[in-house]
């Protein structure tokens, strides 16, 4: 018969078995309601040492047979414990019977060259190695990457992107799965993690965070999270993943709106769209505004730096005349058309840069600098606005419009630019940060400048301003030929 | 002509002026916005003598005429400082030269008497104080209450509702006007509050707060936002706001696609509803949640603690068979039957509490105690069970499967009662926690209780394991008539 000791920790051990066995019950159930895990699924589990990932490795065990399993260590060669974590993931899967293949990543390197952050870079190449590891060792056939986050990781995205800005989709915050990445921990908090370890008695390395991001995610794990739990509700990681779900949910509910109701009012094209009036009043506004987003990114060629404010202002062109027009991010233009609103992307060019040093009088004729030749001509026929050919290289302009001299330069303080045709004017540099253009080109762009009013942005848009209209009597041409 | 000191004072109050008129500007652009002011409103102004409502106050004088003003001042009569605010409200209208009124409440003993909170009790007695004075100083006209809250109020309460628990309606955080409430400063951070005031040399009292909720509030508001100001984004609270807006619009469409589906699938009245599967699979998952949520809400006459789980047990019936059922709050029985779903509030009546001090064991006939009458009868006619009538204090149960004595008592550990047609039970106190029984009224139900398995919860719900069937041979009729 066991003694008092024995007994105690027998119960130890038994509690220890009923706490690991809730946690895989847990995890599994998680994973069959989301579908992580098919039955023969072939699983590379990214492997730092930390504890959510020695954790995962665990419980993956238990659920997946071990032939199906490939632990990958991502070495960073940043940390001064690299080696040491490397050398720990490498015994574990040796212990556990699970094969095992650690890569060495330079992201430092990789982000400078780059232009990219280093935590960007970072898990760049994470998932490369991930996919080339993957494809050597499971030969070809299609592999899963698990992934450790948890539930208290979810909270942390959440408020990093309330607090930077977010929409929906930023509730949403940690998707359980995304392409062939899973994240079967995701349901669990990092104490649950932690107790669990504990509980069957398995080791593992502190995570030191070497990422840029993460001291700010850092402030919200250390400080604000701890304050939310301690003194609003211990609960606080839970209920914030139980909104995340839901945002889930109807993130997805609403792009399925949007696209339905897109397909019903808007034609999209390469570059254009028309967003047609005829069935625009059935639509709640929250959906009118999810089109022109959709629209807008669309033409763009990408949903960032769109903001509420520009949605506004398309929106507002609904109740105004025929002819109204509004500038937007990525060079766009919406109108205010007979059919209803058409936003068109204007000279999809790439600026022109050089590094011209002073100015330079033009000409009428050929004008040469630095291997480019800027040619103005008077046209002789009056041509209509609309008929004018889009090329990027060469614009026409009204002459009568000119003041000064015209000249090629590099942009100066007070340029500014008439952005459209009602004379709305910006200055260049506040119209360069709209366009994203990064600020190391902005210096070298080069301009043709009428005193300190923009004629063009050689190799992207003509100032509004000097745009041919019917009324225009004298037409200059002016041609750009690069190198 | 000026000296530089002179100089430098007119230029401070060119600033102040300049900051003073943007603050007005950015007010009414909102107000209009949101539709808040219109031209002939009277307007109440809940006057503490904070910051945030004397700004108010002096922005509404710029906004709107005097004489559609009147400032309403609530002494809680609990700080110390009640007297010293009212008289500064008294004397900052004075000045100003607007209609004025302080009322007293008590809000504790008011708490005290109906079991609310202090802060409940607050609010109530503050609206119902706002509504008198407004209906007694605009001779009946119509009048709104506008209320100072500001932007990091507004974020303040986005994160509680995240920490607590919520959903899309709780991220939208505080609402620019509900009913005749209006908030036109929601739009201004509390710091521009207090730049405004300084800048047109106003002065405020320091709000102390005394209410239960600004205790969790408060750790928000000190420590949260500060460190989500100066840590990860000094625009947080803009940026809570913009999701806020967002979220209200969104949850708006939610409410109205929800209602659309609702009537397109449910059919619901009073105690019960029909959940029709014709054209569920038409709606997107998200939406048929919302669905649910709506029936169980309107079914249980509360959305209150109509959990995630719940709705999801209900969804799960569509795909069981037929007369596959589930337990709810609020009485609430969800069954498959053949057209779809049903939801049904069993016995919609009150628990009958008495102080009983011990067991009565039951015998045929009469029993009484303590003013109350039991009868128990042997029915002679088998009825069938969908023919038995809903009475509160009247029941009929199968005789045979009783296999004690009966008897009347309060509850004991161990109690337990069988919850659906399946034979699952639960413990009693578990029911009791499900069913939101205030504790304190929980020791004091009447039972009838077979052992430790209860036959019915008096004036409530019957055990399903003594329900009558079909099978039944001998049929119990209980009837319970109170004093």
């Known amino acids: 018969m066991p003694n008092r000791l024995q007994k105690k920790y027998l119960a130890m051990c038994m509690k220890g078995k009923l706490f690991s066995n809730q946690m895989i019950s847990k995890v599994k159930a998680f994973c069959q309601e989301e579908g992580l895990l098919g039955q023969n699924d072939n699983i590379i589990i990214g492997l730092s040492s930390g504890a959510d990932s020695v954790c995962l490795l665990c419980v993956l065990l238990e659920l997946v ?9 991502i070495n960073h060669s940043i940390r001064e414990t690299a080696e040491r974590d490397q050398e720990f993931a490498r015994k574990l899967c040796q212990d ?42 499971f030969h070809g056939s299609d592999f899963k990457v698990a992934i450790a986050h948890n539930m208290d990781d979810n909270a942390e995205t959440v408020l990093l992107n309330l607090f930077r800005g977010t929409g929906i989709k930023g509730i949403s915050g940690i998707r359980s799965s995304r392409d062939n990445i899973i994240r079967p921990l995701l349901c669990i908090k990092r104490t649950e993690i932690e107790a669990y370890l504990s509980s069957i008695g398995q080791d593992y390395c502190n995570d030191e965070t070497n990422f840029s991001d993460d001291y700010t995610r850092n402030k919200i794990r250390h400080h604000i999270l701890p304050l939310a739990k301690e003194e609003i509700n211990p609960r606080a990681v839970e209920r914030v993943f139980e909104l995340s779900n839901q945002a889930e949910s109807l993130y997805d509910f609403i792009e399925e709106e949007t696209a339905k109701a897109a397909s019903d009012i808007a034609k999209v094209e390469a570059e254009h769209a028309v967003i047609k009036l005829e069935h625009w009043g059935n639509y709640h506004d929250y959906i009118k505004r999810s089109v022109v987003l959709d629209i807008l990114s669309r033409v763009a060629g990408s949903r960032k730096d769109i903001t509420t404010a520009h949605i506004e202002s398309v929106i507002n062109l609904v109740d105004l005349q025929v002819g109204r027009e509004v500038s937007l ?27 011209l040093d002073e100015e330079l009088v033009l000409k009428e004729g050929k004008n040469s600098f630095e291997g480019s030749i800027i040619s103005m001509e008077v046209e002789s026929n009056i041509i ?55 600020s190391e080109v902005r210096d070298k762009v080069l301009l043709i400048a009428d005193g300190s009013h923009i004629v063009w942005i050689i190799g992207y848009r003509l100032g509004s301003y000097y745009k041919v209209t019917e009324r225009t009597n004298k037409i200059l041409k002016l041609v750009f030929k690069g190198e």
């Open 329 to 355: 991010p990525y060079s766009m233009v919406a109108k205010r058309v007979y059919e209803g609103i058409k936003v068109v992307r204007e000279a999809a060019g790439e600026y022109i840069a050089s590094g």
């Open 96 to 137: 556990k019977g699970v094969a095992f293949k650690a890569v060495k990543v330079d992201a430092i390197t990789y982000a400078k060259e780059r232009g990219m952050s280093t935590e960007e870079a970072g898990r760049l190449l994470r998932y490369q190695a991930f996919e080339e590891v993957g494809k050597e060792h």
């Open 65 to 73: 047979p071990k032939e199906q399993l490939l632990a990958v260590h």
């Open 384 to 438: 209509n606005n609309n008929e004018i050919p889009v090329k990027n290289y060469t614009k026409w302009v009204d002459y009568d419009r000119i003041s000064n001299s015209l000249v090629v330069r590099h942009r100066r303080r007070g340029d500014y630019i008439t952005i459209n045709d009602e004379g709305r004017t910006k200055k260049l540099k506040s119209y360069f940060v709209d366009e994203k253009i990064p």
